[in-house]
């Protein structure tokens, strides 16, 4: 890895060069305060309200993949080789230099009220009009998946919701008759070995493979490993906190691989929710649903399942659902690597078995046996972009009405995602009733003990844990009620 060097991306046709400033400030600093780019606006500093929103687009084979993320809590040092567009961009992008497509929509339909989170808005729909190509204006799922991460504190939501149904995807813009440009300049900043960038006691280092990373990783092992950083980006916000070296996993390529076989679905430690969400939700259709509610697009962008299992929040979505799906974990330090069973992972609040220069390489998911059922359910205070309260899931197999076969993850419980061990023992080779389910009910109130916080008190999460194997029972058993029970939440709204 050569040391010295700078931080290169691609804004407005050129390529820019970043060097002597922090590598973990924020995005969104570097563009409001070091290149006057005030379009971009903070109005959380948390990735939550999506005013910040920006556009990076990287290369994807031959072509492009653009991405909305939040600029407030992403590393700055993390654009690296990448393209950035912000709503500056937007304003001569589109037919003989007006607006972009998307700005003008707004502009029509009356989609801004005070302004703030306006750009936020336009970045989005410009990252969805990108992602979707042409095909028509997007559905309203479609849509309210897309603008789940960007908030408007006047409640403008219809003229936007209207701008956006106005917009044709396949507008020609400037950003697609320059894409030839911009592939070969993405191509320029390609590295041979990965980032090694230092701004005073500041470093910040981004091997290119799993090898690299290792081999980095034995020499500092006492550095902050991120993959997303979705989370580490708040400690900078949030906290304060000074971080003297960093290693990204997020270029490593062969650690964000996404592998479908025979025996297992195998995600590597730094594939992010997006590039993991079709697979999983392909080889497990009952986690879609969950998915789409696990952060915001933005986020999805950005988080990784290898981070979100490292950094052991008790409340982290993906645990409970891959304890369930008896998820195993290949982790590695330098040379020598490990496998080791997701419920092991955890070893309390916020702690784990890797150790100093370890990081997870893999996450390798069995692919389902014949006749599993699998349910996810999380339950939260909102319905979109929230965490989860509690969050239960259930790997069931029945044969002639006698459970078989159980596996449960919960999160919200306890100080660490857990298997509900006593409350599947419960269930084992007995009739699948609402006996059955009440012994294990109890079994699970044993098992538990939750605590009371802002979220939820503990008696609302041990009922609401006991609540979501009825759930299950009713799900197994009398299918079209729950159908029905689903369908009423999504007319209201959750």
């Not at 040391?3 to 973990?24: F, S």
């Not at 990108?130 to 204006?137: F, M």
């Not at 490990?338 to 998911?365: K, Q, S």
Request: net charge positive; charged share 25%.
């Amino acid at each position: 890895m050569r040391r010295g060097g700078a931080i290169r991306y691609v804004a407005g046709g050129r390529i820019e060069e970043i060097r002597d400033l922090d590598p973990t400030i924020p995005l969104l600093d570097y563009l409001r305060i070091h290149r006057r780019r005030t379009g971009t606006k903070e109005g959380c500093a948390e990735g939550d309200c999506g005013a910040c929103t920006v556009v990076l687009a990287e290369l994807r084979g031959r072509g492009l993949r653009y991405r909305a993320v939040n600029a407030c809590i992403h590393f700055l040092a993390m654009i690296d080789g990448k393209a950035l567009i912000t709503v500056e961009d937007l304003a001569s992008a589109g037919e003989n230099g007006r607006p972009h497509p998307v700005q003008c929509a707004l502009a029509a339909h009356h989609g801004s009220q005070c302004g703030f989170c306006t750009p936020g808005f336009a970045m989005s729909l410009f990252a969805l009009g990108k992602t979707r190509g042409g095909g028509g204006p997007p559905d309203r799922a479609v849509l309210d998946e897309a603008l789940a991460g960007n908030l408007c504190r006047c409640t403008g939501y219809l003229p936007i919701a209207r701008a956006a149904r106005g917009l044709d995807p396949g507008a020609p813009d400037r950003f697609a008759r320059e894409e030839d440009e911009t592939i070969a300049l993405l191509r320029r900043l390609r590295r041979r070995r990965g980032l090694a960038y230092r701004a005073g006691t500041k470093r910040f280092l981004a091997p290119r493979d799993t090898d690299e990373a290792a081999a980095i990783l034995t020499r500092e092992a006492g550095a902050t490993i991120v993959a997303g950083a979705t989370d580490a980006g708040l400690w900078i916000t949030k906290e304060g906190r000074e971080i003297e070296t960093v290693v990204w996993l997020g270029a490593a390529r062969d650690l964000a691989r996404v592998e479908l076989g025979d025996e297992a679905l195998v995600i590597g430690g730094a594939a992010t929710y997006a590039d993991a969400m079709p697979a999983l939700t392909d080889a497990f259709p009952a986690t879609a649903p969950m998915l789409k509610r696990l952060g915001s697009v933005q986020i999805r962008n950005m988080g990784t399942i290898g981070g979100n299992l490292a950094n052991a929040s008790p409340i982290g979505d993906l645990a409970p659902l891959l304890i369930a799906l008896d998820a195993r974990l290949d982790l590695r330090r330098g040379d020598a690597r490990r496998g080791i069973a997701v419920e092991d992972f955890f070893t309390g609040y916020r702690e784990t078995l890797l150790a100093p220069g370890e990081f997870i390489e893999a996450i390798r998911i069995p692919c389902p046996a014949p006749g599993v059922h699998l349910a996810v359910h999380k339950v939260s205070k909102r319905f979109d972009e929230d965490i989860s309260t509690v969050l239960g899931a259930f790997s069931l197999t029945l044969e002639d009405g006698v459970a078989r076969a159980a596996r449960i993850g919960m999160g919200g419980l306890a100080a660490t995602p857990a298997r509900a061990r006593l409350a599947e023992a419960a269930i084992l080779g007995q009739p699948w009733t609402k006996e059955t389910v009440e012994g294990a009910k109890r079994a699970l109130a044993i098992e538990f003990a939750p605590i009371t916080d802002m979220r939820a008190s503990a008696r609302y999460r041990a009922l609401v844990a006991g609540r979501l194997l009825d759930r299950l029972l009713i799900e197994t058993t009398a299918p079209e009620i729950a159908t029905d029970v689903r369908r009423l939440a999504v007319a209201a709204g959750g």
